[in-house]
Structures are given as C-alpha cells and as structure tokens.
C-alpha cells in the first residue's frame, strides 16, 4: 500500500509559477511509474504528466507540454510537478498517481494508487 500525499497548490495569477508535491508517506516510489491528472470543476479528470520508474521517461499532455515539468527524487520519495506560465484553464484539482507497472499510462484506471489532490487556482 502506497500513501501518496500532494501539496503545494494555492492562488495564483496568470503567468505565475508553482510547484506541487507529492510524497509517498511510506515505503519508495523508486519502483513505481508516477502520474499527475488533474480535475476542473464540471469536467473529466485529465492526464497532466507521467514519469517511468525505470527510464525516467516523461511524457505530457499537449495541454501543458513546454510550460509543465515532471521530475522525481527518489531518495525524499518525492514527485514534483513545476508548471510555469499558469492559465486559468489549468484551474483544477491535481492528483498524483503510482502504477506498479512500466511503461507510459494516460489514464485513470492505469493507476493503483492516488493522492488526495491539491488545489490550484489561476486568476486571470
């Protein structure tokens, strides 16, 4: 069982930067390839970002390629989700995610394990 603890949202205005965090409260997410998705109000939970355990491959979605960055430490057994240049469209919940497999997964029920999710707020 992995307990995945997200934070590092907040308010802020178009154009500002935050980084979000997620970290395992027990065991490592060394062996696990670690998601970000996020929910806007009224809308579908949405792919954001993946890290692959093993390669550290990234992969994005279009939506935030260029201005997102996913990146893991994993000896704080932490994930981190810098997004620059925010929109109010990116004005959602952030989840973060752990898939006990390999390889790059963009959806839900790809993932084993979740966060409680962080709340980020963009003002135009």
């Known amino acids: 069982q992995v307990l995945l603890v997200e934070s590092g949202g907040g308010l802020v205005q178009a154009g500002d930067s935050l980084r979000l965090s997620c970290a395992a409260s027990e065991g490592t997410l060394r062996r696990y390839t670690m998601g970000w998705f996020r929910q806007a109000p009224g809308k579908e939970t949405e792919f954001v970002a993946v890290?692959?355990?093993?390669?550290?491959?990234?992969h994005y979605a279009d939506s935030v390629k260029g201005r997102f960055s996913i990146s893991r430490d994993n000896v704080e057994n932490t994930v981190y989700l810098q997004m620059n240049n925010l929109q109010p469209e990116d004005t959602a919940v952030y989840y973060c995610a752990a898939r006990s497999d390999f390889g790059i997964a963009t959806t839900r029920g790809e993932y084993d394990y979740w966060g409680q999710g962080t709340q980020v707020t963009v003002s135009s």
């Open positions: 890290v692959v355990w093993y390669s550290s491959t990234t």
